[in-house]
């Protein structure tokens, strides 16, 4: 049993990544990606999704008949995006306004409707819980990575804004590292989110390398 709970964690967070490995959620992970705060933030939501609705769907499996199983998944994780909606908007409005479109297309996230197909529909309870949990906060963690990667680079800046996202105790992480407009802009736009999600998945692929552990190639043999 440990060692099922030890593949979890370590399946979420690093071996099975739903950004780093399975390329999923590209979405927030481009467009929310422009500080750390934003892309803590984004992955807060979404790790509070796929750890809610992977337990409900897991609880309720037995229930879910096999012709309507994916509209009803849509329907709950709708439910807890709802939720998450509602509560920002209500408790954390100036961040709410920066995430904005990007936390009611959480439903269209393929990851948390993946991990419930793949995993919380077989598995029980605790399982799933614990998938959801560990597969949101590897994506919180990629995004936030990425997130701040950009923002060094680009603004100059860490965790700026960070109070709106965990309050005014937190505002000490709010950095100055680099001199002010000397940041490089086309990091902060559309094509910064490509350039460092790329060099994050080659930093991953180089490390995997280094740890002996193949590489699967489309076509190919591992290596």
């Not at 796929?50 to 609880?59: D, P």
């Amino acid at each position: 049993m440990a060692d099922s709970y030890s593949r979890i964690i370590k399946d979420g967070l690093w071996e099975n990544n739903g950004v780093l490995c399975q390329m999923l959620g590209m979405c927030p992970t481009m467009a929310m990606t422009t500080s750390a705060t934003n892309g803590l933030g984004m992955g807060l939501a979404t790790a509070f999704v796929m750890a809610t609705s992977n337990l409900l769907i897991a609880a309720l499996r037995g229930y879910i008949t096999q012709e309507v199983r994916i509209p009803v998944y849509i329907l709950i994780i709708a439910a807890m995006v709802t939720l998450v909606d509602l509560s920002l908007n209500a408790y954390m409005h100036e961040l709410y306004k920066v995430l904005g479109l990007f936390i009611p297309l959480i439903v269209s996230n393929c990851l948390p409707l993946g991990r419930a197909e793949v995993y919380a529909s077989k598995e029980p309870v605790l399982p799933s819980f614990l998938d959801g949990v560990f597969m949101g906060l590897g994506f919180t963690a990629s995004l936030t990575v990425i997130g701040a990667c950009r923002e060094i680079v680009g603004s100059g800046t860490l965790f700026a804004d960070a109070h709106l996202l965990l309050g005014p105790v937190f505002s000490f992480l709010e950095t100055r590292v680099l001199p002010a407009d000397t940041g490089i802009l086309v990091v902060v736009l559309p094509p910064g989110g490509f350039l460092a999600t790329g060099l994050l998945l080659s930093l991953k692929r180089i490390l995997d390398i280094r740890a002996g552990k193949p590489i699967r190639l489309a076509g190919a043999h591992s290596v």
